[in-house]
């Protein structure tokens, strides 16, 4: 209840009528200074008109003008307007609304000047007005009017804004260069929401040049995170690194990352309230009021610092623990459910009927609502969420489409305007109308907050919170997340819901066991596959793949012999069978190519590969996770393929030009990339479906019966506790092929004679 009543307090405020920003008396916000930077010439946090390269206060006295604080040397505005000049009209028009003061429902929003010089803005750099702003001035006592050229270089956002937008991808391309010049070299950008939104926007971009700044932050956060911190403000930190570390986990399936994560999952335990023996003795002095009335008083949440300290757990780093908890669930973390769903139920508890997040565990008016950080946060928390039950994507719907209904107080979240822009932003997107109306009700701020030098610029708000040093990064990458967020390249922005989850393997479904699968259920899908394929794999793949896709070789004495998802799986390290492999293939004198997932070398020795090349084996590329890619962007999936290809290279220098596309799942993006690449995509002719029909016998006699001279075999790779069924397969049928007398060997051999 005691945040509850703070807040009320905040919200029922209402200042004067007369500006857009809650500004006082006392010369707040327009009195803080950056002191290093490009920002650090100018005299005060004024708002940035976009690339005018102008700088204004709002004042009370002139509420329908904008007073010019700063010019930029060499922006449009250098020359032309004057500080001390007070801008009355842009675009051919005086400004027509007064600004507003204060902080409430009744203030949010950009309504007056400054929205309306936002829209002259954005119109000039449009072909009709050919990048040119004019401007009317009110300089002494006279009325003048200036032109400026502010070019069409960027244009006009388009109506999909920022989808299918050329400015946006103008700007992006630009943000992602500013934030690789301007990281530090501990792989750093700062503090929380730049270490947060920084790395992510350069993950969310599919480009594999930016990979090295991506783990160069992912290092960083490792290094400065452990199982035990007594840091000061911490839980903000380790809530940002589970984020960025397990997004580029799930991005790269990098083993080391795991452990980290471990180790954040560990200490965020350590940290969140369940017990008042947690609860600091000072909090009776310190606090008096925000001592926990009863033992579910503020249970399950965090605070700045561990336990119960202060004013206590609050909603905006409980809800980012609740998405900390599902992410590194979806990393394979075994997350404790009680916890997870003490920590939802606190910001349950604080959430009105309308699905507005408030600052503690208790909820504001039911039709009340503010900045919305603490929503968005939330509401990300909620759709990412592991478990199965409605109650997680209903509460993740309410609060996206209370952000699309007051889309207004988007740049004024409490305390980190940043991170509450990028959830917000996040969280909105679950909704299209909520995303839509987000976006449109925001163009402004994307008008003005742009800099001449590309950057972005962290701009007054009602919180007046944050502005410093290194504002302009923090804009810089909140924007370039925001705008990525169409892209879906994160669990964030909706990769989960793509590409048969990249963060999960395309195995996850299938049995693990024989005993997995009733005695109907193999029935039945020995029937189908049967059935499926009885007018023939080879006229099969005719019909569903492009001409250049082969399926067998003209051979009349040999076959060869494939193996997909080489090596072990990430979600069975100790499950290599490459040894045994090798020693059966080496028993029947036979080699075999393997379609090797590159993220299924993670586990499987450098030396055993080696060992298996020089018996006369190859490996060829399967991309670099076992999923279907036909969502990927043709970008994305040439990356995919360069990563798998390198992988490849450490151990065979000689580039295989065959490819297999994971679940045979193959369209025209990614054929043409394909051949871009020199690559041809190779299937079977004789599959027994082995990953989903746990009999050793049945899948060898079909792979028998479907063999011919010139076949192209397949098997899929063998793990211990995993397709083990597929090794005996493996066996029998290679003793087949031998009393047939056929040969086998590589797609190479094969293929090239």
């Not at 609050?314 to 769903?341: K, N, P, W, Y």
């Amino acid at each position: 209840m005691k945040l509850l009543a703070i807040g009320l307090g905040l919200l029922a405020f209402i200042g004067p009528a007369s500006a857009q920003v809650h500004y006082h008396k006392d010369g707040n916000p327009w009195k803080q200074r950056a002191n290093r930077g490009p920002d650090a010439e100018v005299d005060g946090w004024y708002y940035n008109l976009g690339i005018s390269g102008i700088r204004v206060e709002l004042v009370a006295d002139s509420p329908k003008e904008l007073l010019v604080r700063h010019v930029f040397e060499g922006s449009p505005a250098h020359k032309k307007v004057k500080v001390g000049d007070f801008i009355l009209g842009a675009g051919g028009k005086r400004f027509r609304e007064e600004h507003k003061n204060g902080y409430g429902m009744d203030k949010f929003g950009p309504d007056g000047p400054i929205l309306e010089f936002a829209e002259a803005l954005e119109k000039a750099q449009g072909k009709s007005e050919k990048g040119k702003l004019k401007l009317t001035l009110r300089r002494g006592g006279d009325v003048e009017k200036v032109e400026l050229k502010v070019g069409t270089r960027y244009g006009t956002f388009g109506k999909k804004f920022p989808e299918e937008c050329k400015k946006t991808d103008l700007i992006l391309d630009e943000l992602y260069e500013y934030l690789v010049e301007h990281q530090r070299e501990d792989g750093s950008w700062g503090s929380v929401p730049q270490n947060t939104f920084a790395p992510l926007a350069l993950l969310a971009s599919g480009e594999r040049k930016y990979m090295d700044a991506v783990e160069k932050s992912v290092r960083q956060h490792a290094r400065t995170t452990k199982s035990e911190d007594d840091s000061w403000l911490i839980n903000w930190r380790y809530m940002a690194a589970a984020i960025v570390m397990g997004e580029y986990y799930l991005a790269t399936g990098e083993k080391w990352v795991k452990e980290e994560l471990q180790e954040v999952y560990d200490f965020l335990c350590s940290t969140q309230y369940l017990d008042l023996s947690q609860v600091n003795p000072k909090v009776k002095e310190s606090h008096p009021d925000s001592w926990p009335d009863d033992p579910m008083d503020q249970h399950g949440g965090w605070g700045h610092n561990p336990g119960f300290e202060g004013y206590g757990p609050i909603a905006m780093i409980t809800a980012q623990g609740t998405l900390a908890f599902s992410m590194l669930s979806h990393c394979g973390i075994e997350v404790d459910r009680e916890r997870h769903d003490a920590a939802y139920a606190f910001v349950a508890r604080g959430t009105g009927a309308n699905g507005y997040v408030w600052y503690g565990d208790d909820a504001a008016g039911d039709q009340d609502w503010a900045d919305m950080g603490r929503t968005g946060a939330a509401g990300i928390g909620n759709h990412l969420s592991p478990y199965k039950g409605g109650e997680y994507k209903e509460r993740a719907d309410q609060h996206a489409k209370i952000i699309g209904l007051h889309p207004e107080s988007f740049p004024d979240t409490h305390g980190s305007p940043i991170m509450g822009m990028g959830y917000a932003a996040a969280t909105a997107k679950i909704t299209p109308g909520a995303w839509r109306s987000l976006m449109d009700a925001n163009r402004w701020w994307f008008t003005l907050a742009q800099c001449t030098d590309g950057s972005f610029y962290y701009q007054p708000n009602r919180d007046n919170a944050g502005y410093g040093d290194d504002a302009r990064v923090a804009a810089s990458a909140v924007t370039a997340f925001i705008l990525s967020i169409p892209k879906e390249s994160l669990l964030l922005t909706g990769k989960r819901y793509k590409n048969m989850k990249q963060h999960m393997l395309g195995r996850d479904k299938d049995p693990k066991l024989p005993s997995d699968l009733g005695g109907t259920s193999l029935k039945m899908r020995k029937a189908s596959w049967s059935l499926l394929t009885k007018p023939g794999m080879r006229n099969m793949a005719r019909l569903a793949f492009p001409a250049s896709t082969i399926t067998h070789g003209e051979s009349e004495s040999s076959v060869a012999f494939t193996i997909d998802d080489g090596f072990c799986g990430l979600d069975n390290p100790d499950g290599c069978m490459l040894e045994e492999v090798r020693a059966l293939f080496k028993e029947h004198d036979a080699q075999a190519t393997f379609f090797v997932t590159g993220s299924h070398c993670e586990h499987t020795s450098a030396e055993d590969i080696a060992k298996l090349l020089a018996d006369g084996h190859e490996l060829a590329n399967h991309s670099m996770r076992d999923h279907p890619y036909t969502d990927a962007t043709p970008a994305e999936f040439a990356a995919d393929l360069e990563e798998t290809a390198e992988i490849l290279a450490r151990h065979q220098p000689e580039p295989s030009p065959w490819y297999r596309a994971p679940f045979g799942r193959l369209n025209k993006k990614m054929q043409a990339v394909l051949e871009e690449k020199g690559l041809t995509h190779v299937v079977s002719d004789a599959f027994a479906n082995d990953t989903e029909i746990p009999d050793a016998e049945w899948v060898a006699d079909f792979v028998l019966k479907n063999t011919k001279p010139g076949s192209i075999l397949l098997i899929h790779m063998p793990e211990r506790g995993r397709r083990e069924w597929n090794f005996e397969a493996m066996r029998l049928t290679l003793e087949g092929l031998k009393e047939r007398g056929l040969a086998v060997t590589t797609l190479s051999a094969l293929l090239k004679g």
